[in-house]
């Protein structure tokens, strides 16, 4: 019998959850599942895809208290396509306001813990956030038909003590393990089109968000710099910040060194050619980029905020923030001595983190409600 789950929610910037999302949705067996989305966007147009292929897209307001009529009006869409299945991929509860109108009209909810805290760059509504987050977690618990998480960390911040821990199945968050084998002929193409052949290259991927810490980055890597000119570091995303991620290039003299690439869709190739990957996150559900790196054979130092499942592979190495930033300079510089890259495909399988087998579980989650 075919299982119709609605997605809550994704994004147009590239995000992590998004991503997780969308490769669920290209592995799943379409004969027992279909899948609808639900978006915070207006501009559809990073939807194109989805809707050729048959999908609905909806834009539904982030809030039901910013935005009270067009959600109210946006959320009875929502309901008329006769849902199994609302699958809410969350960070954090405000209301619960989606899930009582699910199981107003009979849809199985599923609660899926991404994230350690909210990614607010305003320390006072960050806190206001929180604060209403733990006012509201174990009501909106108690909507859940299933519970998920992408680590043990993720799962502890969203539910807390409201949900039992034997309760919570932990899904990875997979990736195609195939697109990420390192191949030396890529790795030369792209750095030569990107006109870095010479040079030492440090990676980024993520959004211009409080979260991922970029200005920690930027201060640890024009330390970097000093020591070592033919640095470059590649920054991979969108976001909010990016203008004052930009202005603080130019202030620290490193502009000509720091590349913005915007969003895009060729990371694969793009880790093929860094040399190492940096991830000085504030927090992070599990930090997904990691485990990409580690597939492409790339070394990488993360942030003690990151969980420790992120580590499939001795390429990883945590190092606090508290160290700062000049001993996470001499850290990233330690990849300029070489190393082997090579496939590292059956760890990151062993590991878990093969999509083709995480999405079967999501299917089979849903066959099960």
Not at 22 to 41: A, P, S, W
Not at 226 to 238: Q, R, T
Not at 304 to 332: C, R
Request: hydrophobic share 40%; net charge neutral.
């Amino acid at each position: 019998m075919l299982k119709k789950a609605l997605e809550y929610r994704i994004g147009g910037g590239g995000d992590g959850v998004t991503r997780y999302i969308l490769n669920n949705y290209e592995r799943i067996d379409r004969e027992k599942v279909h899948m609808d989305f639900v978006t915070g966007e207006r501009d559809l147009s990073f939807c194109e895809e989805l809707i050729a292929d048959g999908s609905k897209v909806y834009s539904l307001p982030a809030s039901p208290f910013y935005h009270p009529i067009r959600y109210r009006r946006e959320m009875k869409k929502l309901w008329e396509e006769k849902y199994d299945i609302v699958h809410c991929h969350m960070s954090y509860f405000l209301n619960t306001v989606l899930f009582r109108q699910a199981k107003k009209h009979g849809v199985k909810v599923i609660l899926h813990a991404h994230s350690t805290q909210p990614d607010i760059t305003d320390k006072r509504k960050r806190r206001i956030f929180t604060f209403l987050h733990r006012c509201c977690y174990r009501r909106a618990s108690r909507y859940g038909d299933a519970f998920a998480a992408c680590s043990a960390a993720a799962a502890d911040w969203l539910f807390g003590n409201a949900v039992p821990k034997e309760k919570i199945q932990i899904f990875h968050n997979a990736i195609d393990t195939e697109k990420y084998i390192f191949d030396a002929s890529v790795r030369t193409s792209v750095r030569k089109s990107l006109g870095l052949e010479d040079a030492f290259v440090v990676g980024h991927i993520g959004r211009f968000t409080y979260q991922k810490n970029h200005a920690f980055l930027l201060d640890a890597f024009s330390c970097l710099y000093k020591k070592h000119p033919d640095a470059v570091l590649l920054l991979i995303g969108v976001g909010d910040l990016e203008g004052e991620v930009r202005r603080q290039a130019a202030l620290l003299g490193i502009e000509d060194a720091v590349r913005f690439l915007g969003l895009r869709d060729d990371v694969p190739e793009l880790m093929q050619a860094m040399d190492v990957f940096a991830l000085p996150s504030r927090f992070e559900g599990l930090g997904l980029v990691l485990i990409e790196a580690q597939a492409a054979g790339l070394r990488a130092v993360a942030s003690t905020a990151v969980p420790p499942e992120a580590q499939v592979t001795e390429l990883l190495t945590y190092l606090p923030l508290e160290s700062g930033v000049q001993a996470w300079a001499e850290e990233i510089a330690k990849a300029r001595d070489g190393y082997e890259r090579t496939n590292r495909r059956r760890q990151i399988m062993e590991a878990g983190y093969d999509l083709s087998g995480q999405a079967a579980r999501v299917e089979q989650l849903y066959e099960n409600l």
